[in-house]
């Protein structure tokens, strides 16, 4: 089973994520903030993280920087809600983030994004 981790301290956009994930048959996990997102990486595999940028205590890069450092394998996406050109390109040029979706984002799209990470590990770990 693949699992997944959301991690958004909107609960609503959390909430609306599981649901449209659900479908694809993956487990899905959740966290409030970076901090909880971290105790649950530690304790559990996770193929695919969701996170978003603006989080009381950790950014979203940070948290991603830290899974990136301590779980390669895990693939990395970041929501955000700054959609400056100068906020895009930042996080276009960080290594450790592997997809960037800006809020509100479309929702196929990302399913459709995640579907093919998902794809590609699998591709790459055969």
């Not at 649950?40 to 940028?53: E, G, M, T």
């Amino acid at each position: 089973m693949t699992n997944l981790l959301l991690v958004d301290d909107e609960p609503v956009l959390v909430h609306a994520l599981s649901r449209l994930l659900r479908q694809a048959a993956y487990t899905i996990h959740t966290a409030e903030d970076a901090q909880e997102a971290q105790r649950l990486l530690k304790s559990r595999s996770i193929d695919l993280i969701v996170s978003d940028q603006t989080m009381p205590g950790m950014s979203g890069t940070t948290l991603l920087r830290w899974v990136a450092e301590y779980f390669p394998d895990t693939v990395r996406i970041l929501l955000t809600g700054w959609a400056t050109i100068g906020s895009l390109d930042e996080t276009n040029n960080m290594p450790h983030v592997d997809r960037l979706f800006v809020k509100p984002c479309d929702y196929d799209q990302l399913r459709s994004a995640i579907k093919e990470e998902l794809e590609n590990c699998r591709a790459k770990s055969h």
